[in-house]
């Protein structure tokens, strides 16, 4: 991979992104390698990307060592940009065939995942990089994978990670704290009730029971029903965590400060987190 030889090869290494959720995830990838190599690096958190108004983009240029900027915001693009020892980091449009599809299914690689792999290759043992792996699949989920019925990208990542261990898949009720907030009209008592009950039900009675549990969510067109199936039956799990990586992104998401400085100073702190605790 081209972006890590270089990465490789500096001297020192600025990581540039805005100071949102996004950013701060695909960061903190790329930063846990660093760490992981001692390598000298310097981050700089550019504000938030409803408040980008292109003046910030311009002062990359007059850092000196190799300039990697991370844009998760920009539409997907056919390879990364890279001008010297300037580097930007784009969602990247792939086209996939699966084994168990007779056609080709397009989508999209954000910027999260994309920082994941490239942090692999420049340390596929760093315990750092090893610790926030399951966090790949984060830009996925956060950038609406689920407008559609069927996402390849996030599923492909989704079964590699369980597939290596990174991430369990549960149902909605065996997960130790799970938040529900973001399931509209989403019945809390019966949900609490089934808890209780679910050790003891078969798997037709489970499946009769979370029927009648989404009836009500399914009748709102807030969500789609494949992010309503994803919240009740796959709830994404970092083993040694309780709280599932959907509830995790939504909280930190709903918490995230709404002025510049302030978010900034946010983002450093998610990020130092991230990489100390591997969960946010």
Known sequence: MEVAEKISAA?????????????ALALSQLEASLLDQSKNYQRKLLPPWK??????????????????????FFESQSMFEIDGNQIKIFPLSVEINLSKSKRDHHGAIECVALCAAIAHNLSPDGVRVRKQRPL?????????????????VYSLLRDHLKEEG???????????????????????RMFKRLVKSWSSMDFQERGSAVSELVLPSLRSDELPTMLIEELIW??????????????????VREEWPSDIDSAKLHAGRVIDSIISSGSI
Do not use: C
């Open 51 to 72: 408040y980008n108004d292109g003046t910030e983009d311009d002062k990359t240029k007059e850092f000196e060592g190799l300039v990697i900027e991370i844009q998760p």
């Open 136 to 152: 790949a699949i984060s830009g996925s989920w956060l950038r609406g994978a689920f407008d559609t019925n069927y996402d390849p």
């Open 11 to 23: 001297d020192k290494v600025i990581l540039i992104a805005p100071a949102d959720i996004e950013g």
């Open 166 to 188: 990174s991430l369990d898949i549960r149902p909605m009720p065996e997960v130790a704290k799970p938040l529900t907030d973001m399931i509209p009209n989403f019945p809390e």
């Open 234 to 251: 796959h709830r994404l799990v970092i083993p040694g965590v309780d709280m599932d990586l959907a509830s995790q992104l939504y909280k």
